[in-house]
């Protein structure tokens, strides 16, 4: 091997090293600190098969296109939100499973920040039920990738968890490592429209094309807020000969 082949070797092996542990330290520190629900604490479970009948799918008058909710429909019908009309994203439409708020907004606290991995088995339904509804096409599933460093630190990228779990619901396929952050940014989080898209500019990149050419590619993330990071995979997407591309989320920002 040469020195490239050998520095790649290594950063892999550390990586999972790393993978590794942090998966042993959460078995050690589960048997000691047990899950507990996160709605009515429980023990032994992130999230009881109670609270999650109680969480209501989101279902309410929404953009066609970016998902994003309308106080109401106008004369029975729903048009396309302001910003939909003047910049419209070249991922369409957009769906979610829940609305970000409540129940939901802890569930997606601990699967991202407590190493919360099995949270989102009693959802598994739900999330099928809601693809249903909002009569979803795609010949493959994708998530939004992490940055390699932010995903060894946490251990996993939950948009694969979620994308896993909707892809055994619905029957479609996941492809995982084609797509790529390439760039590690900051957190979108306190950051306004304009500074989101300026943000995830250039962030991703396609290491292989094959699997999404001419394909209806439906990307998978945790939260759909505005739109951007969901966007930027999709200009990639589409310009490796992707079909269509939509997007499915377990929740959408009010």
């Known amino acids: 091997l040469g020195t490239s082949g050998l520095a790649t070797n290594t950063v892999t092996i550390v990586t999972d090293l790393l993978r590794y542990s942090w998966s042993l330290y959460r078995q050690v520190l589960d048997l ?5 629900c996160v709605v009515c604490q429980q023990v032994e479970t992130w999230l009881c098969d109670r609270c999650v009948s109680q969480i209501p799918l989101f279902d309410a008058p929404i953009c066609p296109q970016c998902g994003r909710p309308l106080d109401s429909a ?20 957009i769906r979610a499973a829940f609305l970000f708020e409540g ?4 569930v997606i606290h601990a699967l991202k920040y407590r190493g919360a991995r099995d949270i989102l088995k009693p959802l598994a339904g739900r999330l099928a039920e809601s693809w249903h509804h909002h009569h979803m096409q795609s010949d493959v599933l994708v998530p939004v990738p992490l940055h390699a460093r932010r995903e060894t630190k946490r251990g996993y990228n939950q948009a694969v968890l979620v994308a896993k779990m909707v892809g055994r619901q619905v029957d479609v396929p996941v492809v995982a490592n084609a797509l790529l952050r390439v760039r590690d940014t900051a957190s979108q989080t306190r950051l306004n429209r304009d500074e989101r898209k300026r943000n995830v500019d250039a962030a991703f990149t396609c290491v292989e094309c094959s699997p999404f050419v001419s394909k209806r590619v439906t990307l998978i993330d945790d939260v759909a807020t505005t739109g951007a ?7 990639v997407l589409l310009a490796c000969g992707a079909q269509s591309i939509n997007a499915f989320t377990l929740a959408r920002a009010p």
Not at 32 to 36: D, E, I, K, T
């Open 32 to 36: 000691f600190v047990p899950p507990r």
């Open 74 to 93: 106008k004369d029975g019908v729903v048009h396309l939100c302001a910003v939909c009309r003047s910049a419209p994203l070249r991922v369409s439409p």
């Open 103 to 106: 129940a939901i907004r802890d």
């Open 229 to 235: 990071t969901l966007d930027a995979c999709a200009a």
